[in-house]
Nanobody
Framework: QIQLEEIGGGVVQPGGSLRLSCVAS????????VGWYRQAPGQGREYVAQ???????NFGERVKGRFTIPRDDAKNTVHLDMSDLRPEDTAVYYC??????WGRGTQVTVSS
């Protein structure tokens, strides 16, 4: 079965940028969508963004205009490019393939 791995978490200052990558162990195709979710301590999982097979995208209201979700089909990778990061973006970020397969998550901490 295909596996997903999130790469690129870390600590960043408010206002900074960070790229996360969701790398699949095999081909992700065909897929319906690849999505990003996040979970902050003591809170439920929050929808962040998704990209569909037809390249259309959707974003959660809290990240719209600050995050983008480019993909690299040749590398079976979907990125999450985050800019203007805020302390409230601190969370574990997960990627998912059709909400059927999930990665283990990567920690993003926004702090000065």
């Amino acid at each position: 079965q295909i596996q997903l791995e999130e790469i690129g978490g870390g600590v960043v200052q408010p206002g900074g940028s960070l790229r996360l990558s969701c790398v699949a162990s095999g081909t992700m195709f065909p897929f319906i969508f690849v999505g990003w979710y996040r979970q902050a301590p003591g809170q439920g999982r929050e929808y962040v963004a998704q990209i569909f097979n037809n390249w259309s995208t959707n974003f959660g209201e809290r990240v719209k205009g600050r995050f983008t979700i480019p993909r690299d089909d040749a590398k079976n990778t979907v990125h999450l490019d985050m800019s203007d990061l805020r302390p409230e973006d601190t969370a574990v970020y997960y990627c998912t393939l059709n909400r059927n397969i999930w990665g283990r998550g990567t920690q993003v901490t926004v702090s000065s």
